[in-house]
C-alpha cells in the first residue's frame, strides 16, 4: 500500500465551527488530491497541490481552503462547517502528472459529520 | 464542466458471469482512462488503465476503449463473490497544465451472487 495517512479518521463537529483534515505521505510524490465521495456523485476534486506551497481549486473548492507547507503534508480546512459538507474525504498523491502514467493512489479517508 | 457517465446500477450477474460496465465522457480531448474498485467502507484501488484504442487484458479484466464514441467499458470475466464492489470510471483532463487532475463518474455498484 502506499504510504499515505489521514487524520482524524472520523470525526463529528457542529455547524460553524472551523474544521481540519491532515493528509500525510511518505512516498515523496509531488501531487496531492483532496476528494469529498457523496452518494451518486463519486469523486469529486476539492482541490489539488502540484508543489509545496502550489495548489489549485477543484470542482467543488466552495467553504474549502488547504495549504501544502511540506511535500508530506496537504492540509484541508472547512472555514466554517456546513451539514451540505457531511462527507467522506479522501486523500491522492501522484507522481507524475503526464496523462499516460498518472495513477493517483488513494488514503483510507475521513468521514465527517457536520451537525 | 466535463463529464463521465456510468452505466446506472446495481448491476447483478451471478458467479461465473461475464459483468460489463460502461463509462461515456463528454471531453473528447481526455487522454488516458482509468477504472478504479472501492470495496464498501474502503478506499479506491486502481485495477486498470488504458489510453490507446482498442483493448487491454489483464487477467479476468479488459478495459476497451474508442476515442471515436468517447466509451470505456470494463468486462471482468468469470465474476466472483469477492467482484462484489462499487467501480469508479476516471477519465484525465486534457492539456499540459491539468496536474494529472481526474474526473470521475458517479460509480457502477456490481453485485455476484453465488
Same mark, same amino acid.
Given at each position: !500500500?502506499?504510504?499515505?495517512?489521514? +487524520? ?5 463537529? &457542529?455547524?460553524? /465551527?472551523? =474544521? /481540519?483534515? #491532515? ?20 469523486? #469529486? ?20 481552503? =488547504?495549504?501544502? +507547507?511540506? /511535500? ?6 472547512l472555514e466554517s462547517a /456546513? ?11 501522484? &507522481? ?7 495513477? *493517483? ?11 | ?15 461465473g458471469a461475464i459483468a ?7 471531453? #473528447? ?8 474498485? *472501492? ?18 487484458? !489483464? ?17 471482468? #470475466? !468469470? ?11 476516471? =477519465? ?10 481526474? %474526473?470521475?463518474? *458517479?460509480?457502477?455498484?456490481? %453485485?455476484?451472487?453465488?
Amino acid at each position: !500500500d502506499a504510504g499515505i495517512t489521514q +487524520s482524524p479518521r472520523h470525526k463529528v463537529t &457542529e455547524t460553524g /465551527t472551523p =474544521v /481540519t483534515l #491532515r493528509c500525510h505521505q511518505t512516498e515523496n510524490h509531488r501531487y496531492m488530491y483532496w476528494y469529498r465521495q457523496d452518494p451518486g456523485h463519486g469523486l #469529486r476534486l476539492i482541490h489539488y497541490s502540484y508543489g509545496v506551497k502550489d495548489t489549485d481549486k477543484g470542482e467543488v473548492s466552495d467553504g474549502y481552503s =488547504v495549504s501544502r +507547507s511540506k /511535500t508530506e503534508d496537504f492540509l484541508l480546512t472547512l472555514e466554517s462547517a /456546513t451539514s451540505s459538507q457531511t462527507s467522506v474525504y479522501f486523500c491522492a498523491i501522484s &507522481e507524475s502528472r503526464l496523462a499516460r502514467t498518472n495513477e *493517483q493512489f488513494f488514503g483510507p479517508g475521513t468521514r465527517l459529520t457536520v451537525l | 464542466q466535463k463529464e463521465v457517465e456510468q452505466n446506472s446500477g446495481p448491476l447483478s450477474v451471478p458467479e461465473g458471469a461475464i459483468a460489463s460496465l460502461n463509462c461515456t465522457y463528454s471531453d #473528447r480531448g481526455s487522454q488516458s482512462f482509468f477504472w478504479y474498485r *472501492q470495496y464498501s467502507g474502503k478506499s479506491p484501488e486502481l485495477i486498470m488503465f488504458i489510453y490507446s484504442n482498442g483493448d487491454k487484458e !489483464d487477467g479476468r479484466f479488459t478495459a476497451q476503449l474508442n476515442k471515436a464514441s468517447q466509451y470505456v467499458s470494463l468486462l471482468i #470475466r !468469470d465474476s466472483q463473490p469477492s467482484d462484489s464492489a462499487t467501480y469508479l470510471c476516471a =477519465v484525465t483532463d486534457a492539456g499540459g497544465t491539468s496536474y494529472g487532475k481526474l %474526473t470521475f463518474g *458517479q460509480g457502477t455498484i456490481l %453485485t455476484v451472487h453465488p
